[in-house]
């Protein structure tokens, strides 16, 4: 039985489009930005898989000189400084604001359990409007283990005292929802645009375009509303 509810963060509930325009005003294109991302995620993933941790903030200032230099672009600690800070200060996604309301209102707990570090994911959250909507702010950075790797999601768990069957992960990350599924929590899918859910492995039971829709049907799913 589904007890917890843990939302990823980045992507999933905030909008790193926001990030956009800087990423125009540094290399001159937007399109820039998830190649950032995404080589950010490469280095914390290698850092996890060669037992060398890099926690987030660190991958996002080294991912950032790695795309500058495949630019040949010179950025100022002033440039990465800032760009980094950005992170704290994303939009949430139009649909994210009602949908945490309508879960809080319920007897689900409500966590977020993202990668960034802590004082990261506290701001973060705090500037979306959104942090009263959770009973927890939670950091795979406190474990030193970044998701999908076990340890975060298990933490979920031994903080809440429940089962890892009574935790359900909503991300927008194929990777992330693999790495609950593989943990032995539940799973919801975000199929935000250009996300898609791995064809290898487990399953999430719950797959929908936007977290309102994740929310109706976890209602329904755990609820049985």
Request: glycine share 6%.
């Amino acid at each position: 039985m589904t007890r917890v509810i843990a939302f990823d963060v980045n992507e999933t509930l905030l909008d790193l489009s926001t990030l956009d325009e800087r990423f125009l005003t540094l290399f001159g294109s937007a399109a820039l930005r998830p190649q950032w991302f995404a080589t950010m995620l490469q280095l914390s993933f290698v850092g996890g898989l060669t037992g060398e941790y890099v926690d987030f903030t660190t991958a996002q200032r080294a991912a950032l000189e790695m795309v500058a230099r495949r630019e040949g672009v010179d950025l100022t600690e002033e440039d990465v400084t800032g760009t980094v800070e950005g992170m704290t200060a994303l939009r949430p996604h139009a649909d994210v604001p009602g949908a945490l309301r309508r879960l809080a209102a319920t007897d689900l707990k409500v966590v977020a359990l993202t990668n960034s570090v802590l004082w990261v994911a506290e701001a973060q959250l705090t500037h979306a409007g959104i942090r009263d909507s959770f009973d927890r702010v939670m950091s795979a950075d406190d474990v030193r283990h970044l998701k999908p790797a076990p340890e975060p999601y298990h933490a979920v768990a031994r903080t809440f005292d429940v089962s890892p069957g009574d935790v359900r992960l909503v991300a927008a990350h194929s990777w992330d929802v693999a790495g609950a599924l593989a943990a032995g929590c539940r799973a919801a899918f975000v199929a935000r645009p250009g996300q898609v859910p791995s064809p290898l492995g487990l399953q999430p039971d719950i797959v929908a375009a936007d977290v309102a829709e994740v929310v109706d049907r976890i209602i329904e799913v755990d609820l049985g509303a």
